[in-house]
């Protein structure tokens, strides 16, 4: 930390700090770029990363993840927000006449694999017992089936089967596999109960009805993956129209609980299990979305927008992808979520489920699908909001610092060649982000110091 700060270039490193945002992981490039006239050839502007402190050029690692790097997550946490939001109240493109259109705030659950410690409040706020059985008893394999236990809120027994030999993890990883799988169906299904409501084809829908959603996916503390969405009426198109008289909320509750116990999705028998009929759990709540009241607007973006940038951490597995050299039994996770892996560990090399990829999502837990997901006509997209978040910092920032000319790209040729070098700081470095910045200071576990062994990428670009 002391060489970096006394080094003579540190003003400009500092600088470079603030305008990742603090990035936990920064990725490190080196490299330039040139700005001609297209028709004259004449050059306009250069750029190189010979001027930057350590000759490269650090750039944000863009993570949605906050276990990686909570600076750029936070981005993606509040882009993501202002998404679910605009296609509740408006903005962003799309109009304000959206609030009068009938939505609900959705969560499809997972069945049961297997009884798992849990904590459970009563109506009046207080814990009841994790899992009391009157008679007591044992399950097949010696273990008590009873739990007594008020399990607090930090307890690391909860979401942990109450018998490990009971729980079916061969189940909970195929489920997990096809968790985007039902949910597609299930908007297929929702559709068909519509057309079948209105007494026209599904293909004819679109044209009295569009079915808008967003949606997020959350780990539940067993390993399994649960969805949160949110599903709108609008009229032909989109939000600028208003839906059908008779596109009610309790039309939209009716196809929700219709397709929820109405898709499945079978896997054969292979790797010495049967074959399984995979379905969602019964616990499926649908709630009306208001401007006032107890499931409004903002509490809706909010809670989705902050389970966007969460994985599968709170289940006690890892934030990165299990290498080959790694030996299972020293990996940092839990015994339940070392099961779950080392499931998708020998599933995924049974010929039936190689299309399934369960060894390279084994970190995953087998769920290999977009955590947050929207439909075409819901509202802006995220790259709409990074693109104009560009737009505003250029008009904002008038130091040429990273090669951007004041005009547009696409008005001159652009030639550029960068390398890749490395990602992530020292822990002296990390220090000083965190003080620059005020942004909190990363984990020096899961941040990588740039050495002279680092990975060597090059490639040009031309247009």
Sequence with gaps: MAARFNRPDFGRWAARARATGGCAQPVHVRGRVEYRDPLTGALLHHYSTAGEPGGALRVACKTRRASRCPSCAETYRADTYQLVRAGLVGGKGVPA?????????VTLTAPSFGPVHSRRETTGGTVAPCHPRRGGGTCPHGRPVSCTVRHGADDGRVGQPICPDCFDYPGAVLWNAHAPELWRRFTLAVRRHLARSAGVRVAELREVLTVSFAKVAEYQRRGLVHFHAVIRFDGPGGPDANPPNWATLDLLKAAVNH????????????????????????????????TS?????????????KYATKAAECVGTLDRRIRATDDLTDLPVTGHARRLIAECLRLGAVEEFAGLRLAEWAHMLGFRGHFSTKSRHYSVTLGRLRTDRIEHNRREHTEITTGRLPFDDDQVLVISHWRYLGQGMT??????TAAITGKPLPHFGSSTQIQGSAIDRSGSHRR
């Excluded at 006449?97 to 705030?105: D, N, R, Y």
């Design 259 to 290: 397709a929820a116990g109405a898709v499945t999705v079978t896997t054969p028998a292979a790797g010495g299990g049967p074959a399984k009929t995979h379905a969602w759990g019964s616990q499926i709540d649908i709630r009306p979305i208001t």
């Design 427 to 432: 822990p002296g470095e990390a220090l000083l």
């Design 97 to 105: 006449t959206v609030t009068q259109h009938p939505a609900a705030f």
């Design 293 to 305: 009241g107890e499931l409004t607007d903002n509490a809706v973006a909010g809670y989705i927008a």
